[in-house]
């Protein structure tokens, strides 16, 4: 049983109405034809009337010519004068016609009375033509119908010795020799425009076949519904999309490209190093190798990067994917996970001293009992009074609590210093619960970090120290090219004016007593990929997602140095940026 090959799959085609089926390659070969085809016959029209001219005139001077020559023989003279002219004109112009190729040769009286012709029996009749002009001694040229037929004939009067007319001279080439003497320039003439004709439809053909594999076959229907589509599907898909050409231009920017990468204006043809987009994101662009899934930070957005190089060189197509959600969904969920495993450490350490106390109730110690079960609720409830008390928004509160009892996990005294203070309803809805996690949480989760990495190489104890105020004024700080890499500036150079606010701003500081920060990386602490940590799990966002939320409600960020580093975070709370459509986003 022979096997059946299976038809290879048919590219599907887009539909389009009855009529336009034709591609575009086969309408504008046929065009193109059509062009050529009239171009070819008007240059061998022009050409054939030319080279009629040209053989006209050459015929005029050539009967001219030879009854100039033939009216002045002194023979032809002689003869006309003589008893019998026919005689002896008709063997002399017979041969003249014959070696010259005219037509006829006709010598006649002053009456037009015929002596010679080609034809014996035309021999004394009258000439058929003009001769007043010859009579008067004048030579001219016409065509005329005679008894061989139209031609292009002279005549010119024979002169005697006192210039005196004694008889006329006729010599004349028919249309019919003339048109002969055509054929020849006029075949090579219609060779040549064929020969034209072929080259230019063969090139035609093999340009058209071409471009029919450049547009697959399409007809302009289908290429406008195809751009159609294009367009739209650029427009609705939510991916960030860029093509890049081989020099780095921006050749396509979708409008969710333009937004997560806050892009205005028209891009098209500008090089992607010069949109304004962070350093980092710009190299990974254009670095050699292709990017997978790369996390970066723009102005206001965290973006998942990915790249890849069209055809051999031909360009590089970016694909952008908002990451802004995911990550503050994550850091949320960090923080649960973190509030559930001190819960569960401090279940498993309420167990141990409920045993304790039980075995010192059964020993009858009572007193000790007592002291031990009451001594850790007091200090805990100390905490959650002294940090409900001082800090009303429930927010803040609640992400304090929660990072005291983590840190406790894991060795570090959190406290809240003296002067913090925020009451309930102060900060602004623009102020997003969201970006407050971020900023006081990242920064809590690093200063503990270091506090514990301090305590490995100093007898100091680990120690996080919490500022949460209301301020009416704004210091100033350094963070060095933070700001120009996806950091915040100082109170001058910052995210935007806080003391300029008239309201005041929120003001959150993180001390710790770790090694601090080192001079020399200041301008990079705010970078994607920053970190101190050796174990290689950081990822170093913590910092930059700081400085990005205090830019997005229009804040800045310090950094400092007590006994480890300092970091002081300072958002305005009025005009907020944040109270935007979508900064809480």
């Given amino acids: 049983m022979s096997e059946r090959t299976a038809p290879a799959p048919s590219r599907r085609r887009l539909p389009v109405p009855r009529g336009l089926v034709r591609s575009l390659a086969g309408q504008l070969f046929v065009v193109q034809v059509v062009i050529v085809a009239a171009v070819v016959a008007g240059g061998a029209v022009l050409a054939y009337l030319f080279t009629a001219g040209r053989t006209e005139d050459a015929a005029r001077r050539q009967v001219t010519a030879v009854a100039h020559a033939v009216a002045d023989s002194p023979s032809v003279r002689a003869a006309v004068t003589g008893p019998d002219p026919t005689a002896v004109l008709q063997p002399y112009v017979e041969q003249v016609r014959v070696d010259t190729g005219v037509s006829f040769i006709t010598v006649m009286d002053t009456d037009g009375v015929r002596w010679t012709h080609p034809l014996a029996e035309q021999i004394g009749k009258r000439y058929l033509g003009h001769i007043d002009w010859a009579l008067a001694g004048q030579t001219r040229s016409e065509t005329y119908t005679g008894t061989l037929g139209p031609s292009v004939r002279v005549v010119t009067p024979v002169l005697d010795d006192r210039h005196q007319v004694i008889a006329l001279v006729s010599v004349g080439l028919t249309v019919e020799s003339i048109s002969a003497q055509l054929s020849g320039p006029l075949l090579a003439l219609v060779g040549v425009a064929v020969i034209a004709l072929a080259v230019g439809g063969v090139g035609t053909y093999l340009a058209n076949s071409r471009l029919r594999r450049h547009t697959h076959g399409m007809g302009p229907a289908e290429l406008s519904h195809l751009y159609e589509y294009h367009q739209a599907t650029l427009r609705s ?349």
């Fill in 237 to 585: 898909v939510r991916e960030g999309l860029i093509l890049l050409d081989r020099a780095h231009r921006v050749v396509l920017c979708n409008d969710a490209a333009r937004e997560l990468l806050g892009l205005d204006g028209d891009v098209d043809g500008r090089p992607v190093a010069e949109l304004g987009l962070p350093q980092a994101l710009v190299s990974a662009v254009l670095g050699d190798e292709p990017v997978r899934d790369e996390v970066h930070l723009t102005a206001e957005r965290v973006v998942v990067l990915n790249t890849s190089t069209i055809g051999t060189g031909l360009g590089r197509v970016v694909t952008l994917r908002d990451h802004t959600e995911l990550l503050s969904l994550s850091g949320e969920l960090d923080s649960v996970r973190g509030f559930t495993e001190a819960l569960g450490a401090q279940a498993h350490e309420a167990a141990n001293r409920l045993h304790a106390v039980v075995s010192l109730v059964e020993l009858g110690r009572h007193e000790q009992a007592v002291e031990l079960a009451t001594a850790e609720l007091e200090l805990a409830q100390q905490l959650t009074d002294r940090v409900v008390a001082a800090v009303g928004e429930p927010v803040l509160a609640a992400l304090l609590l929660g990072k005291a009892a983590q840190a406790a996990e894991r060795g570090v005294e959190l406290t809240l210093t003296e002067d913090s203070r925020i009451d309930d309803g102060v900060l602004p809805p623009g102020l997003s619960a969201r970006d407050l996690i971020t900023v006081l949480g990242n920064l809590i989760d690093n200063a503990v970090d270091a506090a514990i990495a301090g305590a490995a190489q100093s007898p100091v104890p680990p120690e996080v120290t919490v500022t949460a105020r209301i301020d009416a004024g704004v210091g100033s700080g350094e963070v060095g090219d933070g700001a120009a890499d996806g950091g915040v500036g100082d109170g001058r150079a910052g995210g935007g004016g806080a003391g300029d606010s008239g309201g005041g701003c929120l003001l959150l500081r993180v001390a710790d007593t770790g090694a601090g920060i080192d001079p020399a990386a200041v301008e990079d602490v705010f970078r994607r990929g920053w970190s101190t940590k050796q174990d290689g799990h950081g990822h170093g966002l913590g910092l930059a997602l700081v400085a990005q939320a205090a830019r997005r409600n229009g804040g800045t960020v310090e950094v400092g140095r007590e006994r480890g580093a300092v970091l002081t975070v300072r958002l305005p709370l009025a005009g907020l940026p944040g109270q935007r459509e979508g900064a809480s986003r």
